[in-house]
């Protein structure tokens, strides 16, 4: 018997986007990705698509998107996805293309290639997971790491003589003429969740306009790095990350263009 | 024509899809031609000025991982950052072109030319067991000829492909016949062509991913096997190089580029004064021309590795004649070019 033949007609209230196939993740429970993932593949398909998606996985723990979400992927060496997110883009001008990337990848060995892509409006998306962490080598210290928070590079939590301040590459792309749409989202609670779907919505939409460069944050947890319980750091992110790094969009030029 | 000018020019007649470079000396005008062309008007081709070599290779990974036709130039401090881009292009088995101008080293060294990149640019480079397909140019010629030779090896292969030229080859000027305009490839024509590309799900074909890494040991090794034994085909059936007076010769001068230019005119210089000796030129460095120097061997007294280094391809020399004859290196350093005449005092001295 065939799930479908198990599953009555019009008894459907929730599934799984058919983008996201069955590879068991290997994200860690309680991890932001695995519903990011599902955001991204429900919107490729809502859009129609799937047929004309092109890809650009990181390295870092989204290193595998590319066995999960059943489009073209490109895996790019660490943090240089938007160079090749703006080549294929520009060789391949209607297709949607877009990154996903980390704090590690986008905001610290990346800084250079977001900053450009974004700001010569190169017609991409580009998704960006904040848990302010390093999670795939094991919690070091990111570019995007809180004052005070502990990793394992800065095991007596990040100070500003030793380490700098955190870097709100958001706030950054939001003053570059290249960007249409910037905005800060997250995946903790069902209405946050649909604010972030739509705004995934409306980024791709918008490059596909040609409108020029979008970039969608999402502070994310990052439960194992961070080595608490996913309910305790959803807790913790509402508490600390959201007050600093503030939700909501931070640019919207799409109508005026 | 410059022979950087003659590397421009030709891309756009090839149906080179895309270029993607960083300016730097003495290559500047690869770039330069190409935005003076305004080829984006014409064939279509994407001409992108990045914001780093670093990016412009990575671009040229995204833009070879659509099956497109893309290049990139630079010059020896620029290359040394493409190195991580190449070596994923390598494992990611992509198929694109990379133009080094080679200038003088370490560091920042000089702009004047140089050889000095023949490990970097054959010994693989970056990291990872690899090679890349490497096309050594003599003159604003083959600058042009080279750049559709690359692309057809590249694409043959699978393999990203180097033309390995020097600052007095892409700066010198020269008549030069540039290829016949062909058309850039349609995107149904990419699609068939390359059924590995991702060019998104056309059709509702399965998803086609690019990616260097495998995490699991035992596959990595069949990946890696793979690609060797692509690397011995390659070895097999590539080789090309150019022999030069090489049939009554006592003592032979292996050299590439504009070395193999000088050697030329030290030959004519040598033989006014009794010595036979004549010249192989590798034209592809990697694969080396491994058994034509090891038949060389046996018919020579000596052979002198000439070039503007402190001697590289020495190395691939001596590995090929095996300790039969003696094998000597002269070469110039700091970008200074050797004169014929000290490499006819070089042989007399060296044999």
Redesign the interface.
């Known amino acids: 018997m065939t799930r479908e033949e198990i599953i009555e007609k019009g008894q459907v209230v929730y599934k799984k986007p058919t983008l996201l196939n069955d590879t068991p993740m290997h994200y860690c429970p309680g991890c932001s990705h695995g519903v990011v993932h599902k955001l991204v593949s429900e919107v490729i398909e809502e859009m129609g698509m799937?047929?004309?998606?092109?890809a650009?996985s990181p390295v870092g723990c989204a290193?595998f998107a590319?066995k999960y979400i059943?489009?073209?992927?490109?895996?790019?060496?660490h943090g240089?996805a938007p160079?090749?997110?703006?080549?294929?883009k520009?060789?391949?001008p209607d297709?949607l293309v877009f990154t996903y990337q980390g704090d590690g990848d986008l905001a610290c060995i990346g800084t250079?290639?977001t900053i450009?892509a974004l700001n010569r409006a190169e017609n991409i998306t580009i998704i960006f997971i904040n848990n302010a962490i390093y999670g795939m080598t094991g919690g070091q210290m990111a570019p995007t790491t809180l004052l005070g928070m502990k990793t394992a590079t800065c095991p007596y939590g990040r100070e500003v003589s030793l380490h700098g301040y955190p870097l709100k590459v958001t706030e950054i792309a939001a003053t570059l003429d290249g960007t249409c749409y910037v905005t800060r989202q997250a995946v903790h609670t069902v209405a946050a969740i649909n604010r972030a779907k739509k705004a995934i919505r409306k980024a791709f939409e918008y490059s596909m306009q040609g409108k020029g460069s979008n970039l969608v944050e999402i502070v994310s947890t990052c439960n194992s790095g961070w080595k608490m319980s996913p309910e305790k750091a959803n807790k913790w992110m509402e508490e600390n990350m959201f007050a600093f790094y503030h939700l909501g969009d931070l640019k919207d030029t799409g109508a005026d263009k | 024509m410059k022979g950087n000018e003659a590397i421009a020019h030709a891309a756009i007649r090839c149906g080179c899809?895309?270029y993607?470079g960083y300016p730097i000396t003495p290559q500047s005008e690869v770039l330069e031609t190409l935005a003076a062309e305004k080829p984006w008007e014409t064939t279509g081709m994407?001409v992108?000025q990045?914001?780093?070599e670093?990016?412009?290779i990575?671009?040229?990974?995204?833009?070879a991982?659509?099956g497109?036709r893309?290049m990139t130039s630079s010059s020896s401090p620029g290359v040394s950052l493409m190195q991580?881009?190449i070596s994923?292009m390598a494992g990611?088995e992509l198929p694109a072109l990379i133009v080094d101008v080679m200038r003088g080293g370490p560091g920042l060294g000089t702009i004047q030319p140089s050889q000095s990149d023949y490990f970097q640019a054959c010994k693989g480079g970056g990291h990872g067991d690899y090679h890349l397909i490497v096309l050594a140019p003599a003159s604003v010629q083959e600058m042009a000829d080279f750049v559709d030779l690359a692309f057809t090896l590249a694409f043959r292969y699978r393999n990203p492909a180097m033309i390995l030229a020097d600052g007095a080859i892409g700066q010198m000027m020269e008549k030069v016949v540039l290829p016949p305009f062909k058309p850039r490839r349609t995107?149904e024509e990419i699609i068939k062509e390359c059924p590995w590309a991702?060019?998104?799900?056309?059709?509702?074909r399965?998803?086609?991913?690019?990616?260097?890494?495998e995490l699991r040991s035992e596959e990595m090794e069949i990946i890696n096997n793979r690609i060797q034994a692509k690397y011995r085909e390659i070895e097999d059936k590539e080789v090309r190089f150019e022999e030069y007076l090489l049939d009554d010769a006592e003592y032979a001068i292996v050299a590439f580029g504009s070395a193999a230019r000088i050697a030329k005119k030290s030959i004519e210089i040598a033989r006014s004064q009794g010595i036979k000796v004549g010249l192989l030129r590798p034209i592809t460095l990697w694969p080396f021309p491994t058994r034509e120097v090891r038949k060389l061997a046996g018919k020579v007294k000596g052979i002198l590795s000439l070039e503007i280094n402190a001697g590289q391809m020495v190395e691939d020399i001596r590995l090929a004649v095996e300790g039969k004859v003696p094998v000597r290196h002269f070469g110039r350093l700091g970008g200074i070019i050797p004169d014929p005449d000290e490499v006819v005092d070089a042989l007399k001295r060296l044999f």
């Open positions: 799937t047929d004309k998606t092109i650009i290193v590319y059943d489009v073209d992927w490109q895996e790019a060496a240089r160079a090749l997110a703006s080549a294929t520009r060789l391949w297709r250079a290639e450009h | 899809d895309g993607f994407v992108l990045a914001e780093s670093v990016s412009s990575n671009m040229v990974y995204g833009g991982s659509t497109k893309v991580e881009g994923y990611a995107e991702t060019t998104g799900r056309v059709g509702g399965k998803p086609n991913i690019i990616t260097s890494l």
